[in-house]
């Protein structure tokens, strides 16, 4: 009731950075990348929204402007909350503000997650658990990439030319087989004994 619809198409910005951080949202359908930018213009893929997903809540309490950029990477539908109006239902209804706080709560669990992903981990250790979150049980499993593999890669916070040489270097090492779009993992078993303790 306090959400107001906006509509997107393929490749519309939501908000892009510097943009005024005037209220958050809540994906009805469609998908959503927020990434940040370089000088160079090179990106790196902070999250991907989901339906069902809030994003942009935890920024309204902090900051005036967005630090990165929202945009659809298909036809979406977002609920736009307005962060003053918002507040004045935190004060009046406790529900509320205890939904939001175990919201933020888990933000910060996977945003902690992403960030020793990136950081700790190396090119190769992220996409095999990636194709490990995708995988069911520990045989064979087909993926279908629901991106492109220039995306992935953004992703995964690397560029395409690293992420096809390591696809290579897995495919090679009889890990896995590429075509196209679809990956079929040929046994993850082994996937998950070179992740080690890195599987979460």
Known sequence: RLG?????NKDDFLFQAEDPATGFFHLQDGEIRVFKMDDQ????????????????EAIVFVQERFPSYAQAVKDSRVLYFEKETF??????????AKFFLILLAKKCVVLNQRIEALELRTVRQRLIQYLIAGCQGYGR???ELPMRKGELAKLLG???ETLSRNLKQLQDEGLISVSGNSIQVLDCSRLREELGDYLI
């Open 4 to 8: 107001k619809l906006r509509t997107l």
């Open 41 to 56: 213009g090179k990106e790196v893929e902070v999250v991907r929204i989901l339906p069902n997903d809030f994003f942009g």
């Open 87 to 96: 507040f004045k239902e935190l004060e009046k209804d406790p529900s509320l």
């Open 141 to 143: 499993c087909l993926i």
């Open 158 to 160: 690397t560029i395409s």
